[in-house]
């Protein structure tokens, strides 16, 4: 399966810390995706990274992607309680994306 | 331009009964994906639909689920004589077409309860 895991499955941090979530996957892709989805809403695209790209930053995020570890890390500098939320990773080959079961991100004030 | 509209947002059905979810893809985007997510849990790929083809329903339960994607029209994810495990959030998504690099739009999701 091409399904990205997330991990950690929960974080909890103080406001102002670094968070630091990672995704792996098993097979080959094209992409991979980070997504937001506060609680009891839809998803929200983060950020694209594609395969032959090996970081990518937007506003506070920094994505890295290791194709030979297939794994993914999503990293939010300075975080903010709204930044409360689970993330989830998708992994694409072909415009198929699978996803994970998320991070669940929770930011103390 | 709008955003995927799914309807309804909340759903409530008795078991038995039959649940019709909807999903209006963006303008201009033929592909959608179906998503189930049970409490707690993350995404679980259903079926990935292009306009009046299913090209990937793997994900899909063989009783009693069934996708479309007319020509015409919303994408419809059709559950039968609903069971209470049937209850989660389904969320759809779009994308204008098959290149790797393309980002999918998310609906807000359909919150179906079986009673």
């Known amino acids: 399966s091409q399904q990205g895991e997330e991990d950690p499955q929960a974080l909890s941090i103080q406001e102002g810390e670094n968070a630091t979530m990672n995704c792996s996957y098993k097979t080959s892709i094209n992409n991979l995706q980070w997504y937001r989805q506060n609680s009891g809403r839809g998803l929200v695209h983060l950020i694209l990274i594609r395969s032959n790209e090996r970081e990518k930053h937007s506003g506070r995020l920094r994505v890295t992607l290791d194709t030979s570890k297939k794994s993914s890390s999503l990293l939010i500098t300075a975080s903010r309680a709204a930044d409360t939320a689970s993330y989830f990773c998708?992994?694409?080959?072909?415009?198929?994306?699978?996803f994970g079961a998320g991070t669940r991100l929770t930011v103390k004030p | 331009n709008a955003g995927v509209m799914q309807n309804p947002r909340h759903l409530v059905r008795r078991r038995g009964q039959e649940a019709r979810l909807r999903c209006s893809p963006m303008k201009g985007h033929s592909h959608v994906y179906w998503y189930r997510q049970l409490p707690e849990e993350g995404l679980k790929f259903m079926v990935y639909l292009q306009k009046e083809n299913i090209i990937d329903e793997s994900g899909m339960p063989k009783e009693r689920f069934s996708a479309e994607f007319p020509k015409e029209g919303p994408s419809i994810l059709r559950i039968q004589q609903v069971v209470r495990g049937d209850s989660a959030a389904y969320f759809c998504?779009?994308?204008?077409?098959?290149?790797?690099?393309?980002?999918?739009?998310f609906g807000q999701g359909t919150r179906l309860t079986v009673v």
């Open positions: 998708a992994t694409g080959l072909n415009n198929d994306m699978r």
């Open positions: 998504a779009s994308s204008p077409n098959r290149q790797a690099n393309t980002e999918a739009f």
